[in-house]
């Protein structure tokens, strides 16, 4: 099993910034598909972007033009940089594959006032 460890989560303000870090602690060179998920309060889960071993991204429309995912294999890690923050965002951040595997982390709080 892959384990992945996701940080980088905080408190900001609206318009502000986080870079959130998805840390794997196997390869991820064989898995093609990485995600990036959230759940906010009386939310489903859902996944919000998505990249290809080869760098192809997909992205939520709630978020499209503010968030960017990135991988590097060599790294064994998984990135969002999430730019333009609004209240709306507040959730739980959690990266898996795509589709997801049967267990989750435990995510990463990502929390912007209003």
């Known amino acids: 099993q892959v384990h992945l460890v996701e940080s980088g989560g905080g408190l900001v303000q609206p318009g502000g910034s986080l870079r959130l870090s998805c840390a794997a602690s196997?390869?991820?060179?064989?898995?093609?598909?990485m995600g990036w998920y959230r759940q906010a309060p009386g939310k489903e889960r859902e996944l919000v972007a998505g990249?290809?071993?080869?760098?192809?991204?997909k992205y939520a429309d709630s978020v499209k033009g503010r968030f960017t995912i990135s991988r590097d294999n060599a790294k064994n890690t998984v990135y969002l940089q999430m730019d333009s923050l609004k209240p709306e965002d507040t959730a739980v951040y959690y990266c898996?594959?795509?589709?997801?595997?049967?267990?989750w982390g435990q995510g990463t709080q990502v929390t912007v006032s209003s």
């Open positions: 196997g390869s991820i060179f064989s898995i093609n598909l």
């Open positions: 990249v290809t071993r080869g760098g192809i991204t």
């Open positions: 898996n594959t795509e589709p997801p595997l049967g267990y």
